[in-house]
């Protein structure tokens, strides 16, 4: 018989609802009756207690707001009578809790590309990344022209990575298109780079190279295109150079420890902290006790929830660090005299998700229970094995970009609503429900919703584990099928 509630913690008093659920229906919960006392759409959350005006509402087994009004039991609990208890900023006080990881150890291998810089990349795509908007379509052509001339290529793709920045910047805007550029030039699923500049941006070739410290020379090279007189051409003949090297690249047997992903959630709804998020935490687990690293991004989406993560930090000081992780970010929205606790979006709230504790403690469950080793900042790039704290916004596409940018090969992107998009590495989909797992197949990659029908988390974990292992090893995820790849810089300041 299939349940009509799932209720998350023993002490919740509200409970998500499987079904969508009519006036008058009683449901049973665990053998109490509860009588429904109003039309509730799947996902969304339903009292199984009263709860007096101001009382906490409590899923997770953390309050996620407090009531605006008595709500009785079988009542729909959402944004018309719940409200955020999230404001100002917090201070925190080092409570480190020791989180023990299931011996996971296990001996396994993907197929990578061994780089000569002993990095490690899952694909072998020839880029070119440009200095400046200004020669998106510059590249475009080059590309172009390169296929009409170099057919049927021996390698996994060949893309711009285009963007609008690189010049009329300032400050820190100038310095974070720069960086995550220089990032990008550098990543080990490109066997080849050409930078392509204009000669007149701010982000000048002479100092963007000379910006990216040490690199191979063979596999990244450069051209201004004011400086030549057919830069179409010119760029033709770079392409073959560094096709010329790419071929030679062969698959090897890498240890899993060598795989980075980055965790990341986007169009979520009732079902993502169920389901998709807490697979991705059961596997951030298993893959840190393999000696692999996972990142957790998208900071505004920690608020509510952060107290959890500092508690797992390895020491006083990836505490701190997380502490001007979280309180940076609050400011930042200080700043610009918007509001820090303006979350969730409209598809998070027609999903069934009604504030950011509830949103955040959802999220923030694709982290497991590994310990926290590091925090960066936007733009580093990880250091440090296990599981990282990265600064960058909630924003699917900006928050992807910096995933990638700090290393990771592959971000896991879990969804409740669907999504197509793609950052520049492979960028899989994972769904909360089947439903919209069966509606946007040419999306989503893996169906995490089974997890609420007849298949237990860990016998799903291992389809996922082997289905990552597939596409470490060259497996197309649906982002690459569509050709969906986006480049997402974050911008905060003035443009000239």
């Given at each position: 018989?299939?349940?009509?509630?799932?209720k998350?913690?023993?002490?919740?008093?509200?409970?998500i609802?499987?079904r969508?659920?009519n006036?008058?229906?009683?449901?049973?919960?665990?053998?109490?009756?509860?009588?429904?006392?109003?039309?509730?759409?799947?996902g969304h959350?339903?009292?199984?207690?009263?709860?007096?005006?101001?009382?906490?509402?409590l899923?997770?087994?953390?309050?996620?707001?407090?009531?605006?009004?008595?709500?009785?039991?079988?009542?729909?609990?959402?944004?018309?009578?719940?409200?955020?208890?999230?404001?100002?900023?917090?201070?925190?006080?080092?409570?480190?809790?020791?989180?023990?990881?299931?011996?996971?150890?296990?001996?396994?291998?993907?197929?990578?590309?061994r780089?000569?810089?002993?990095?490690?990349?899952?694909?072998?795509?020839?880029?070119?990344?440009?200095?400046?908007?200004?020669?998106?379509?510059?590249?475009?052509?080059?590309?172009?022209?390169?296929?009409?001339?170099?057919?049927?290529?021996?390698?996994?793709?060949?893309?711009?990575?285009?963007?609008?920045?690189?010049?009329?910047?300032?400050?820190?805007?100038?310095?974070?298109?720069?960086?995550?550029?220089?990032?990008v030039?550098?990543?080990p699923?490109?066997?080849?780079?050409?930078?392509?500049?204009?000669?007149?941006?701010?982000?000048?070739?002479?100092e963007?190279?000379?910006?990216?410290?040490?690199?191979n020379?063979?596999?990244?090279?450069?051209?201004?295109?004011?400086?030549?007189?057919d830069?179409?051409?010119?760029?033709?003949?770079?392409?073959?150079?560094?096709?010329?090297?790419?071929?030679?690249?062969?698959?090897?047997?890498?240890?899993?420890?060598?795989?980075?992903?980055?965790?990341?959630?986007?169009?979520?709804?009732?079902?993502?902290?169920?389901?998709a998020?807490?697979l991705?935490?059961?596997?951030?687990?298993?893959?840190?006790?393999?000696?692999?690293?996972?990142?957790?991004?998208?900071?505004p989406?920690?608020?509510?929830?952060e107290?959890?993560?500092?508690?797992?930090a390895?020491?006083k000081?990836?505490?701190?660090?997380?502490v001007?992780?979280?309180?940076?970010?609050?400011?930042?929205?200080?700043?610009?005299k918007?509001?820090?606790?303006e979350?969730?979006?409209?598809?998070?709230?027609?999903?069934?998700?009604?504030?950011?504790?509830?949103?955040?403690?959802?999220?923030?469950?694709?982290?497991?229970?590994?310990?926290?080793?590091?925090?960066?900042?936007?733009?580093?790039?990880?250091?440090?094995?296990?599981?990282?704290l990265?600064?960058?916004?909630?924003?699917?596409?900006?928050?992807?970009?910096?995933?990638?940018?700090?290393?990771?090969?592959?971000?896991?992107?879990?969804?409740?609503?669907?999504t197509?998009?793609?950052?520049?590495?492979?960028?899989?989909?994972?769904?909360?429900?089947?439903?919209?797992?069966?509606?946007?197949?040419?999306?989503?990659?893996?169906?995490?919703?089974?997890?609420?029908?007849d298949?237990?988390l860990?016998?799903?974990?291992?389809?996922?584990?082997?289905?990552i292992?597939?596409?470490?090893?060259?497996?197309?995820?649906?982002?690459?099928?569509?050709?969906?790849?986006?480049?997402?810089i974050?911008?905060?300041?003035?443009?000239?």
């Amino acid at each position: 018989m299939k349940k009509d509630l799932l209720k998350i913690h023993q002490a919740d008093n509200v409970a998500i609802a499987l079904r969508k659920l009519n006036t008058g229906d009683v449901v049973d919960l665990d053998g109490q009756a509860i009588p429904i006392q109003e039309e509730i759409n799947r996902g969304h959350k339903v009292a199984v207690q009263d709860i007096k005006q101001g009382e906490n509402v409590l899923k997770y087994g953390f309050p996620i707001g407090h009531a605006l009004q008595d709500i009785s039991a079988g009542d729909h609990v959402h944004t018309h009578n719940l409200k955020t208890n999230l404001e100002g900023i917090s201070e925190y006080s080092y409570e480190p809790q020791d989180f023990q990881l299931k011996d996971f150890q296990r001996n396994l291998n993907f197929l990578g590309y061994r780089r000569e810089d002993g990095r490690v990349g899952i694909r072998n795509e020839l880029w070119i990344v440009p200095t400046v908007g200004c020669v998106n379509g510059t590249a475009e052509q080059i590309i172009e022209r390169f296929k009409e001339e170099v057919k049927n290529t021996a390698i996994d793709n060949i893309m711009v990575l285009k963007h609008n920045y690189g010049c009329s910047q300032l400050g820190d805007d100038h310095l974070n298109t720069r960086t995550i550029l220089g990032d990008v030039v550098k990543h080990p699923n490109a066997g080849g780079v050409l930078i392509l500049g204009l000669g007149c941006e701010n982000n000048t070739m002479t100092e963007f190279i000379k910006s990216l410290g040490d690199y191979n020379q063979q596999r990244i090279k450069y051209l201004v295109s004011q400086e030549v007189s057919d830069e179409v051409a010119e760029g033709v003949n770079i392409l073959k150079r560094l096709y010329e090297q790419m071929v030679k690249d062969q698959r090897e047997e890498i240890p899993l420890s060598e795989l980075k992903v980055g965790l990341k959630c986007g169009a979520s709804d009732g079902f993502s902290g169920i389901t998709a998020n807490p697979l991705l935490g059961k596997f951030t687990d298993f893959l840190v006790a393999q000696g692999g690293t996972a990142v957790l991004t998208e900071v505004p989406e920690m608020f509510g929830a952060e107290t959890l993560l500092m508690a797992r930090a390895k020491d006083k000081e990836v505490f701190a660090k997380t502490v001007d992780l979280i309180n940076n970010f609050k400011e930042y929205f200080i700043e610009y005299k918007q509001p820090v606790y303006e979350n969730p979006s409209p598809g998070n709230k027609a999903g069934g998700i009604t504030t950011l504790e509830d949103k955040s403690l959802g999220c923030t469950q694709k982290a497991g229970s590994a310990t926290v080793m590091d925090v960066l900042k936007y733009g580093d790039t990880l250091q440090t094995k296990g599981l990282n704290l990265l600064s960058a916004p909630g924003n699917d596409l900006v928050a992807s970009s910096a995933l990638a940018a700090a290393g990771c090969q592959l971000v896991l992107f879990t969804t409740g609503r669907g999504t197509p998009f793609g950052s520049f590495v492979p960028t899989m989909k994972i769904s909360s429900n089947s439903q919209i797992y069966e509606l946007k197949p040419h999306w989503i990659d893996f169906n995490a919703g089974s997890l609420i029908e007849d298949v237990t988390l860990d016998n799903l974990l291992e389809d996922f584990i082997n289905y990552i292992l597939a596409v470490a090893s060259g497996r197309w995820v649906n982002n690459e099928n569509n050709q969906f790849r986006e480049l997402a810089i974050f911008k905060k300041g003035v443009t000239l």
